[in-house]
């Protein structure tokens, strides 16, 4: 049996949202990375769609960041 697992970013986001500014290997670029804001309004982004491939830990504290972000947003 072989196995094959894809780290890649999924292209769609690209393709379907070009107001998501990504980088040249689909991530996703923040405007302020303090918040996890993308430079699309209203949508927070983070874990490995703006990282790479990293860790769980990593995805874990850019979800907080990004709730954080949003309740700072929700809060104006
Ligand atoms: C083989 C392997 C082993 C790993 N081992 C470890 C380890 O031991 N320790 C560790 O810390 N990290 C490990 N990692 C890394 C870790 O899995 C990732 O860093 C982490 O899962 C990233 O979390 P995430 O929420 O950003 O993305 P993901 O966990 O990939 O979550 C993204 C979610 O979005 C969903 N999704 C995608 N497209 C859409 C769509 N269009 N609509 C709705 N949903 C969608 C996907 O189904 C998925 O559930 C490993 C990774 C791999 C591939």
Redesign the pocket.
């Given at each position: 049996m072989l196995v094959a697992?894809g780290?890649g970013s999924?292209p769609?986001i690209s393709n379907t949202t070009p107001e998501l500014s990504v980088d040249k290997k689909g991530h996703i670029l923040l405007e302020d990375a303090t918040a996890n804001k993308t430079f699309m309004e209203k949508v927070y982004a983070g874990?490995?769609?703006v990282l790479g491939?990293?860790?769980?830990?990593?995805?874990m504290g850019e979800g907080r960041r990004a709730a954080a972000g949003i309740n700072e947003f929700l809060k104006k």
């Open positions: 697992i780290n999924n769609l874990g490995d769609i491939a990293a860790t769980v830990i990593l995805a």
